[in-house]
């Protein structure tokens, strides 16, 4: 029996079959290509259903895709050494974006977690995170969000290179900023507005004398500055902390531990 020319044409689930056997190949004959890996992910969804876009799967096919996609990044970075960060970061954003769909609410943000331990600097995994954790209106606790935050800008400011690193600097900024919307948007204005205010003045107005001193005195000074209700940044009559220090003198707690060049310095400079 002769077959039909029909049946001689692939059908569209072979078709997909062939070409993944095809993609399969390029990341096996070049592993660090990038692109290859990125091509076989995107193909999946032609296995799962060859004549269906994406956007009609129904939510099991969804699921179904997510998982192959998933498995194509694991092996995708195996490939690729830590030392090419941004490769790798593109990769895990790929498979959280997957991992978004086949996790339920609190293991997908248990994942962001882990992975945020790995890469502290990540602006845009701490983007995911972020979201992830204000995403459920119904399990929100207004103390349980502002110790996330606070939790979070202290791991971030723990990291020894933060200093050094301008990425994270940056994260450390944009945390600070998703925080003060945060007290703004549930009610605590003068909160927000009072963090900005303090890390102005901590920042910008720290006293001269105390560039040398430990970070516990420093901070001693300024809560006694921040305590005396004078007026702060951004309000009319501020004339900053290092001001407010020289109207009152040094403290004699400070005065002892002082340099006697800074002490001299400072006689003159009145």
């Known amino acids: 029996m002769i077959p039909k020319s029909s049946d001689l044409v692939p059908t569209a689930d072979l078709q997909a079959r062939q070409r993944n056997i095809q993609l399969i190949r390029a990341t096996k004959i070049n592993p660090s290509d990038l692109q290859a890996w990125l091509d076989l992910a995107s193909h999946q969804e032609h296995l799962v259903s060859p004549a269906v876009d994406a956007s009609s799967m129904i939510n099991s096919e969804r699921k179904t895709l997510a998982d192959l996609r998933i498995a194509v990044y694991e092996k995708a970075l195996k490939q690729f050494p830590e030392n090419e960060a941004p490769v790798r970061e593109e990769l895990l954003l790929r498979l959280l974006s997957e991992a ?12 962001l977690q882990d992975t945020l331990q790995q890469h502290l600097t990540s ?28 939790r979070s800008l202290r791991t971030l400011g723990s990291n020894d290179n933060v200093n050094h690193n301008l990425e994270a600097q940056h994260m450390i900024l944009y945390l600070t900023l998703r925080y003060t919307f945060f007290l703004r948007d549930t009610g605590y204005v003068e909160l927000s507005i ?33 305590e005396s209700e004078r007026p702060r940044f951004g309000e009319e009559g501020a004339r900053g902390w290092c001001i407010h220090d020289q109207d009152d003198g040094i403290d004699p707690e400070l005065r002892s531990i002082l340099p006697d060049v800074l002490l001299h310095s400072r006689k003159y400079d009145e």
């Open 100 to 111: 978004s769909i086949t996790l339920e609410a609190q293991k997908y943000k248990q994942k």
């Open 123 to 150: 602006f845009p995994i701490w983007t995911l995170y972020l979201n992830a954790c204000q995403a459920n209106p119904v399990e929100f606790r207004f103390e349980d969000v502002k110790a996330f935050f606070i």
């Open 194 to 226: 009072a963090t900005w205010q303090a890390l102005c003045e901590y920042h910008l107005f720290r006293p001269e004398h105390l560039a040398h001193l430990g970070r516990d005195f420093i901070l001693a000074d300024f809560e006694k500055f921040w």
